[in-house]
């Protein structure tokens, strides 16, 4: 989880980047994205980028006595979400944060509110003039689940877990859809690159099934986990171009992420 976002920002082995494992307990554990580490965010900020992070962190927060940076230090110029899990669940979570600042209790569902905050973003702060980097990382599937009743009836009994869980991820794909509709008012699709993937739990739960819990995680089940990205592809001048870096970050009006 944590390792994987890390790569994800820095393009570099989370060890090297400061996280050894999963950042769960800022308080006494020294894991975190080391200052220093060259993010995404930051990278597009020196094209002229704005940037926003949305959702789960889980790459360490300061407390009252461990410093540590934020998403404001690693290139974000707004952030609004959790160090970690939202709780007590997905659905009405009192542990979210607006760059730093706890926000209470918010009703409804944890990637609906996510969606909620980045589409007033994009409608009442986005530069139309400037081009934009939003990294949205759900919280959902991770336990403990929760989805609208509504959606876990087409699945199953209200208390069957199973229903609950393929439920969760519907109401995400639900918001995801939203999030898309809103980038293609603001810019085409063709002008936005956006991927969506995800972390290794939930891919880890069907390999515990099969191969047993304990080494589950490392197992090729594991690794494999889907993941798309939709954007405009290179042309021939791009392809033959010898700066694909500089051409991947600027002939991009606007990048969308989530994971």
């Not at 094209?47 to 889980?58: E, L, R, S, V």
């Not at 909620?116 to 759900?138: G, H, Q």
Request: with cysteine; net charge neutral.
């Amino acid at each position: 989880c944590g390792p994987s976002r890390t790569v994800l920002l820095t393009g570099r082995h989370h060890a090297r980047a400061g996280i050894y494992s999963n950042v769960i307990f800022d308080s006494f554990q020294k894991s975190h994205l080391l200052e220093r580490e060259v993010t995404l965010a930051e990278l597009l900020k020196q094209h002229g980028y704005a940037t926003a992070h949305f959702g789960k962190w889980h790459l360490g927060m300061p407390t009252r006595d461990v410093k540590k940076p934020t998403p404001a230090d690693h290139g974000f110029d707004y952030w609004f979400g959790t160090r970690s899990g939202a709780h007590p669940s997905h659905k009405d979570p009192v542990n979210f944060l607006r760059n730093g600042k706890p926000v209470g209790k918010i009703k409804g569902y944890s990637c609906q509110i996510l969606v909620d905050e980045a589409i007033w973003r994009l409608e009442n702060k986005r530069d139309p003039d400037s081009p934009f980097f939003l990294n949205l990382w759900f919280h959902e599937p991770h336990d403990p689940i929760a989805a609208p009743d509504s959606i876990v009836s087409q699945y199953g009994d209200l208390d069957d877990e199973a229903a609950v869980y393929s439920a969760t991820i519907d109401n995400t794909d639900r918001a995801i859809a939203r999030l898309l509709d809103k980038l293609k008012e603001v810019d085409s699709l063709e002008n936005t690159w956006s991927s969506t993937h995800r972390t290794t739990a939930a891919i880890a739960m069907i390999a515990t099934a099969t191969f047993g819990a304990e080494k589950a995680p490392f197992l090729k089940a594991a690794f494999g986990f889907p993941g798309f990205f939709i954007g405009r592809g290179p042309s021939k001048a791009d392809m033959l171009s010898t700066n694909r870096l500089e051409w991947s970050i600027c002939c991009q009006r606007s990048v969308a992420c989530w994971a």
